[in-house]
């Protein structure tokens, strides 16, 4: 394909000189709209490669999503859907050079900058990733998944000012999209902090949430699926309405916290 473009800047080039005219708006005309042409094929099969990925056809998906980064080696879609796809494959090295391809090209994009940290994330790179998080953040402070992520980080750095920093960047993202898991999170974090009555206080409004979650999450697999993250399950709650309070008892103590995975629960395309 890139042949066949230039090919086709050649041969404008070669009807101007003919026609006597070379001069720099003329080139810039020609060299503009060849790069339009790659950049609108480049899409069209970004939009193949979509529907391909909606389909399940992993492997066409991908070999469109390469097809347009070949036309046009800045599709920050392309790129960031194979990151997707390699993220899903388990190949994360793969996924991180994707992700990291995109934020290079598109460095004021706060979801390519989040989608960065949260891959490094995964990959136990926890400084870097923040770093990413933070300078999406700036980019756009009310995006929940970036918050969770940041707050991940806060927390498990363990002294009393990171888990205040923890909460406060899990209430921020609990007002923008509130959700059981953070809502569990915070009640976590008032139990490491030893504020018994604002974990009981916060209670209410996990339990609620979880009640009406979707059964990927309040059902028995969303339950089994929580037993086994890591840590996650080592705090038990059991609280129950009083007459006029609700009162917690702490089954285990451990309270290490840590949520599926880095959080933004899809990636992020542009």
Do not use: C
Request: charged share 20%.
């Amino acid at each position: 394909m890139l042949r066949s473009l230039d090919l086709l800047v050649i041969l404008l080039m070669l009807t101007n000189t003919l026609a006597g005219d070379l001069s720099p708006s003329a080139l810039a005309t020609d060299l503009s709209g060849a790069e339009q042409h790659a950049k609108n094929q480049a899409a069209a099969f970004v939009s193949d490669g979509v529907v391909a990925l909606e389909h399940g056809e992993m492997a066409v998906a991908k070999e469109l999503f390469q097809r347009a980064l070949k036309t046009d080696p800045g599709n920050v879609t392309a790129m960031t859907y194979l990151g997707i796809i390699a993220d899903r494959a388990g190949e994360l090295a793969e996924a991180e050079r994707q992700f990291a391809a995109a934020a290079f090209a598109a460095p004021s994009s706060p979801e390519a900058r989040n989608n960065h940290g949260a891959i490094l994330l995964k990959l136990g790179r926890a400084q870097r990733a923040a770093s990413e998080f933070e300078v999406s953040l700036r980019l756009d402070p009310n995006q929940p998944g970036a918050l969770v992520n940041l707050a991940q980080i806060r927390y498990s750095a363990g002294t009393l000012d990171a888990l205040r920093a923890a909460r406060e960047l899990f209430e921020r993202a609990h007002r923008l999209s509130p959700d059981p898991e953070t809502a569990r999170a915070l009640i976590v974090i008032a139990l490491r902090l030893h504020e018994a009555a604002a974990a009981v206080a916060a209670y209410p409004d996990y339990s609620e949430r979880l009640s009406t979650a979707p059964p990927s999450v309040a059902g028995p697999a969303g339950r089994k699926r929580r037993q086994n993250w890591p840590g996650q399950s080592a705090v038990i709650l059991r609280m129950r309405p009083t007459s006029r309070s609700w009162r917690v008892r702490i089954i285990s103590s451990r309270t290490t916290l840590r949520l599926l995975e880095p959080w933004n629960r899809r990636w992020h395309v542009e």
